[in-house]
């Protein structure tokens, strides 16, 4: 019987079909997402504190009720994200506690500080385009409530990207102090912002058996290789320099060739030991804890309810 669930599983995956969250899967197949899930729910919460830090001192009001409505956007996309790893089965406040006890991930990115406004048009032009290049393609994951779930996130990520864009246009409009804020905080985001891709190919291993299953449909360095080819001639557009000087246009392979990220720097973002780390994860805790009342009013608003019901 093992073996016509694991060849009806096959089969579902080979003609691009979808698994749902009542079928039978393999479990390493059902760890595989639980882990990819719950690390892109959490960058999403987590990806709030950066921007988030500047709410209050956004430089007008557009620009205020612009960033409020971005940061709110994170935290919805963590919600659905949450809601479909819930139908494999785990629970959310669970993987809160062990993103807190640092038990699971979230992106490197997240993990740098945001130093000036420009950040925030930085951040929205390559991070959400990052973001946008690595899940336009999870649309067509082979999971079910994953893939829906990007369909909306990636609609609201290219508002994103475009709004960050916008920004960094008006900026590179304005003031020479302007446009050298828009320099600084590129050249402090383009490299972590290659690196939000993953390590390279061949030190990736859980490439090949999520491409197998077609949970990623491409590989880490495919993906960076996209983004960068994206992402040249809107430097361009932009007036800005990217800090690499092995970019060039390589006309053989049609694509732009790009220099090494320093991989050591991913490894030890990833382990803990990031500029912002400590910050990020103590700051989680604590909303966390300072929303334990809102939890347990619910609760018992609830259990309130059901008890009136029975009556
Ligand atoms: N940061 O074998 P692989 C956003 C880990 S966008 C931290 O290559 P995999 C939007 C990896 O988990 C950001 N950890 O792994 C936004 C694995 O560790 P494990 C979120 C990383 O899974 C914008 C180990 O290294 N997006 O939030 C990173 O096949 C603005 C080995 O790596 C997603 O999560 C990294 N950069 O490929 C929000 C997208 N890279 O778990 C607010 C979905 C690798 O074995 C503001 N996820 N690791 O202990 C994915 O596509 C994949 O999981 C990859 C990694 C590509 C990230």
Not at 264 to 274: A, H, P, T
Request: aromatic residues 8%.
């Amino acid at each position: 019987d093992a073996d016509r669930l694991q060849a009806h599983f096959d089969e579902v995956i080979a003609h691009d079909r979808r698994i749902e969250p009542r079928d039978w899967m393999p479990d390493a197949y059902r760890k595989t997402l639980v882990r990819q899930i719950a690390q892109h729910a959490h960058s999403e919460i987590i990806g709030m504190q950066p921007e988030g830090a500047w709410i209050t001192r956004a430089p007008s009001l557009r620009r205020k009720a612009i960033l409020f409505a971005k940061v709110q956007d994170e935290a919805g996309h963590g919600l659905y994200l949450y809601a479909a790893a819930e139908t494999l089965g785990v629970d959310r406040a669970d993987l809160t506690r062990r993103l807190i006890e640092g038990r699971q991930k979230y992106s490197s990115i997240f993990n740098y500080p945001t130093l000036s406004f420009a950040d925030v048009g930085v951040i929205g032009w390559l991070v959400d385009g990052a973001a946008i290049c690595n899940q336009v393609p999870l649309c067509r994951s082979s999971f079910g409530p994953y893939a829906r779930a990007m369909v909306r996130i990636c609609k609201e990520e290219s508002f994103h990207q475009r709004q960050g864009y916008e920004l960094l246009l008006t900026m590179m409009r304005g003031t020479e102090a302007q446009r050298a804020m828009v320099q600084d905080a590129v050249d402090r985001w383009w490299w972590p912002s290659l690196m939000m891709f993953g390590p390279p190919d061949e030190a990736s291993p859980n490439s090949a058996r999520s491409m197998a299953w077609k949970i990623k449909r491409h590989s880490n360095d495919e993906l960076r290789q996209r983004f960068v080819d994206m992402t040249v001639p809107q430097a361009e557009k932009l007036g800005v320099t990217l800090p690499d000087p092995e970019l060039r246009w390589n006309a053989e392979r049609g694509r732009y060739d790009f220099g090494t990220p320093d991989w050591d720097e991913l490894k030890r973002v990833i382990s803990g030991d990031g500029p912002c780390n400590e910050e990020r994860i103590e700051r989680r805790r604590r909303a966390h804890e300072d929303g334990a009342w809102v939890r347990e009013a619910a609760a018992a608003h609830a259990a309130k309810q059901a008890a009136r019901r029975d009556r």
